[in-house]
């Protein structure tokens, strides 16, 4: 069963970086061709249910309580970020052909999450008696939904930064290549704004799943002080005021995409504590376990 | 078999000349029949745009082509010869192909990349072949010059970004918005190019427009034509709050769109982002407004920038297609190349077997006693001998037509043997179909 994992998990990352490098080369071209468009999308498909599959033998093998460790939770990352871009795809492809830009960020996040799973733990992950729960499992499920559609909504928002600043500048700076590839502001702005409303949900639920399992032993009664709980909040805080100031003021464009920016970098710094070897000792988490569960 | 054409186009001539040299849709049938009755005219196709007129034909003999040709468009012109000569260009063999192949796929046009051409060179082959004037060669050229064409601009970029004002309006505009269905526009002013743009932006899928004016018959007149709405140009400003698009070109000496005036639409707008293209010089929209929030206003010089750029991709996606044009033609004629040896072999085969006949004749005279087994031995023996001889020179010259310097075997083969192929009455020339002329166009010598 392990071997069986193993090829799928070489396969899944071979496909991934096929995928990668066909988007990165159609991004980089003058002119797209057809069939590195397919091969792209075909790879990032492959890739993604080979994933899928990695992810259901290992539940198989750990059960269903400990697929929390860190390469297991590095995998369903992987796979969640190439599904989030592949349900943007299937549902703007129709929209704007220039939505698959994505896949040149997207793409390669997921090879570099495959790779750090397999370099930092292999299959050999342990994870301690208090992370054995079902409210662990959701939490950290939730967590990467988070993460994935954050970094989604990272790519889309520099996107914009970069469409719109070209397009303010067009007399002074002439448009290169990446103007004619990227999507438009509509698209771009539009894009982002959902994926962080879907990333705001999970985060939401990330937080109620943790502070639950926390409730429910005695040794973390002090989650409230814990930094990485307090960071993630915050996180909370910055993508909830971005929903906020755009429903509520029309903050849409350059500011809400330089405020989703700036989320991400709160959420970044979020994820690295616990993470980090030398952040986890000037910053104490409960985070710590397993090096890495997100 | 040479295939000819003999042109002349906004490169070589004068809108003068041109506009003379024309053959339109209604008379081209009439002409392509008096072309084709020409002795040495085997199929032709007539291209006639309003940037240049062409004549494509496969002729017998490459110089009694031309000089058809020649007579051909003096006559039906009632034009001086000399005077026509002066503008036409010549190209035979592989370079007419190439011709047409840079054609078709608008390497040669005015300017390159646009997109009429194609479908231009369509209608005059599908008027041609209606009138059957057209015929093997013609045929599979002009197909296989469409999906050069069509390759083109599937494969390169060419024919992808703006190279006209109003067109770079709508490619920016299209930068902002996704799709510009359902959305709205406000024409401040009139104009040639404020109705040239206006038009591009409905063909786009724009559906409401509305019209202001200092004169507001102007405006109603304008939005009739557009099935708008026309408001007082004091009213411009609140009406411009429901417009995501705003194309101005008043004769004001001032600006008539002041940076008040957008911020306070962008506050009644929630931010929504809006477009302004200003056309008029001097400028209508205060340049200062680009600088607000969601405002994206450019004006005839940001427009012609884009224009520019575009049109220098253009020249780069054009080095590409030379390209793939290149591939096209060897690919076509490889496969002239094997219609070219056909009849070669054909007169091979009958030459030699003349050559038996003959012999056959005069020796058969000296054995008159053969019995009928006797005889149809004889003739088994001489025709397995000719066969055996020619069988590896014929499936050589098949292999090798092919190939790049095909026609100097097909030449060679029909030198050696002082053949000519089945259809030509005259002597054989020294020329094939493929001796191509290094000059662009040259003299014919009367």
């Not at chain 2, 990349?113 to 231009?120: D, K, M, R, S, V």
């Amino acid at each position: 069963m392990e071997k069986l994992t193993i090829i799928l998990f070489w396969l899944a990352l071979v496909s991934g970086v096929v995928s990668s490098l066909a988007y990165i080369g159609n991004f980089a071209a003058r002119a797209e061709r057809r069939v590195h468009v397919y091969t792209a999308l075909g790879a990032a498909l492959g890739s993604f249910a080979l994933l899928l599959l990695v992810i259901f033998l290992r539940a198989q093998a750990l059960g269903i309580s400990q697929t929390a460790g860190p390469f297991t939770v590095r995998i369903i990352f992987a796979a969640f970020i190439i599904g989030v871009f592949l349900l943007i795809e299937s549902i703007y492809a129709g929209k704007s052909t220039k939505v698959k830009a994505l896949g040149t960020v997207v793409m390669p996040v997921a090879v570099i999450l495959q790779f750090l799973a397999w370099h930092a733990y292999g299959l050999s992950e342990q994870l301690t008696q208090q992370l054995r729960s079902y409210w662990v499992g959701m939490h950290v499920t939730f967590a990467v939904l988070a993460y994935a559609s954050m970094t989604v909504a990272l790519a889309l928002a520099v996107a914009y930064i970069l469409q719109e600043k070209q397009l303010k500048n067009m007399r002074t700076k002439k448009p290169g290549k990446i103007f004619r590839k990227l999507p438009s502001l509509e698209i771009s702005d539009d894009l982002c704004h959902k994926s962080i409303a879907f990333s705001f949900t999970f985060l939401t639920l990330v937080i109620a799943t943790g502070i639950m399992r926390a409730e429910m032993l005695p040794e973390w009664s002090m989650w409230y002080m814990d930094p990485k709980i307090l960071m993630a909040i915050a996180t909370w805080v910055v993508y909830g005021s971005y929903l906020v100031v755009r429903a509520a003021l029309g903050w849409r464009g350059k500011r809400a995409n330089t405020f989703a920016i700036l989320g991400f970098a709160v959420a970044i710094a979020t994820y690295l504590i616990g993470n980090i070897g030398f952040i986890t000792e000037i910053l104490p988490s409960i985070h710590r376990y397993g090096g890495g569960l997100g | 078999m040479h295939i000819i054409v003999a042109g002349l186009s906004h490169k070589t001539a004068p809108v003068e000349v041109r506009e003379t040299v024309t053959f339109p849709e209604q008379i081209l049938s009439d002409a392509l029949h008096m072309l084709t009755g020409y002795p040495s005219i085997n199929e032709a196709v007539i291209l006639s745009t309003c940037n240049r007129m062409e004549i494509y034909v496969v002729a017998n003999d490459p110089d009694k082509g031309k000089d058809d040709v020649i007579r051909f468009i003096s006559d039906y012109h009632s034009l001086e010869r000399d005077k026509l000569e002066k503008y036409l260009y010549f190209r035979e063999g592989k370079n007419a192909i190439l011709h047409l192949f840079r054609v078709a796929s608008s390497l040669d046009s005015m300017v390159i990349g646009e997109a009429q051409i194609l479908g231009q060179v369509k209608t005059a082959y599908n008027a041609a072949f209606e009138a059957e004037a057209t015929s093997t060669v013609m045929n599979r050229l002009f197909r296989h010059g469409f999906s050069a064409g069509k390759r083109v601009r599937t494969e390169t970029e060419i024919g992808e970004s703006a190279v006209s004002i109003s067109y770079a309006a709508v490619e920016l505009a299209k930068k902002v918005f996704e799709s510009l269905s359902g959305r709205t526009v406000m024409l401040i002013g009139a104009g040639e190019m404020i109705e040239l743009t206006a038009t591009h932006l409905l063909s786009n899928g724009v559906s409401n427009v509305i019209v202001t004016n200092r004169t507001y018959e102007r405006a109603e007149s304008l939005a009739r034509k557009y099935n708008g709405v026309a408001v007082r140009f004091n009213d411009f400003v609140d009406q411009m709050v429901h417009a995501d698009i705003v194309i101005s070109s008043t004769g004001a000496p001032h600006y008539v769109v002041t940076k008040d005036h957008v911020s306070f639409v962008m506050q009644k707008r929630k931010n929504k982002p809006i477009f302004f293209i200003d056309i008029a010089v001097p400028r209508d929209i205060d340049p200062s407004a680009a600088k607000i929030y969601n405002v994206f206003a450019y004006d005839i010089d940001d427009l012609d920038s884009v224009v520019q750029t575009n049109l220098e991709e253009r020249k780069k996606a054009a080095t590409i297609a030379e390209e793939i044009v290149e591939h096209e033609v060897l690919s076509f004629s490889s496969w002239l190349a094997t219609l070219e040896v056909a009849p070669t072999i054909a007169s091979l085969r009958r030459m030699a077997e003349e050559i038996r006949q003959k012999e056959l004749e005069k020796h058969l005279r000296k054995l008159p006693n053969l019995s009928e087994a006797e005889l149809n031995t004889v003739n088994a023996l001489t025709s397995a001998i000719i066969n055996k001889l020619l069988h590896q020179p014929i499936v050589k010259a098949k292999e090798y037509s092919t190939r790049k310097d095909g026609y100097l075997y097909i030449e060679s083969l029909k030198v050696l043997f002082n053949i000519e192929d089945e259809e030509e009455d005259e002597e054989p020339e020294g020329a094939s179909a493929f001796v191509s002329k290094p000059e662009a166009s040259f003299k014919i010598n009367r």
